[in-house]
């Protein structure tokens, strides 16, 4: 079985899985190593993922797994995770959930917009760009990036978020 076969399997497989727990699957790959493999699945929802969510999916990843054969006999370790800051913002919800973060986009023009994202829907994206708000829809958007921002320590009590993002 092709890897990229595979992977198409392993998404139809995981996604209603994944959905019963409340989250999107965002991805799924398989690296070999050895005679192991390891399964990462990428999991994200509205508001961040917590750790009983990665713990419900990775029970529910499990389960279906086992009843499946994708993975073969040979023994694999799985790793559900959710996106890191760095991953490029490519679907609407990417970015409904990267709102009021700090972004550059990349335009199809070639051009590049940074500014902060005030709302996003289904068909594009509102940024504040130096105090006026500029819409850009998606068709002419290639990709955008969350910036990192660091922030004085006493704006962090209200959004602390552990989702684990050493991904």
């Not at 998606?138 to 320590?153: A, H, I």
């Amino acid at each position: 079985m092709g890897s990229a076969s595979s992977r198409d399997h392993l998404m139809k497989l995981l996604e209603p899985v994944v959905a019963t727990a409340g989250l999107d699957l965002e991805d799924v790959t398989v690296t070999r190593a050895g005679k192991r493999s390891l399964l990462r699945v990428v999991v994200d929802k509205d508001g961040g993922v917590t750790l009983d969510d990665i713990a419900e999916v990775s029970q529910g990843v499990s389960d279906a797994l086992d009843g499946d054969d994708s993975m073969g006999q040979s023994p694999y370790t799985l790793e559900v995770s959710s996106p890191g800051v760095d991953r490029p913002l490519t679907e609407p919800r990417h970015w409904r959930r990267a709102a009021k973060r700090l972004v550059k986009a990349e335009l199809r023009d070639g051009g590049m917009v940074e500014g902060r994202i005030r709302a996003a829907d289904e068909s594009g994206v509102e940024i504040d760009v130096d105090g006026a708000s500029r819409r850009i829809d998606y068709q002419d958007l290639t990709r955008g990036r969350v910036q990192v921002e660091f922030r004085r320590f006493e704006d962090e009590e209200d959004d602390l978020d552990d989702t684990g993002d050493e991904g």
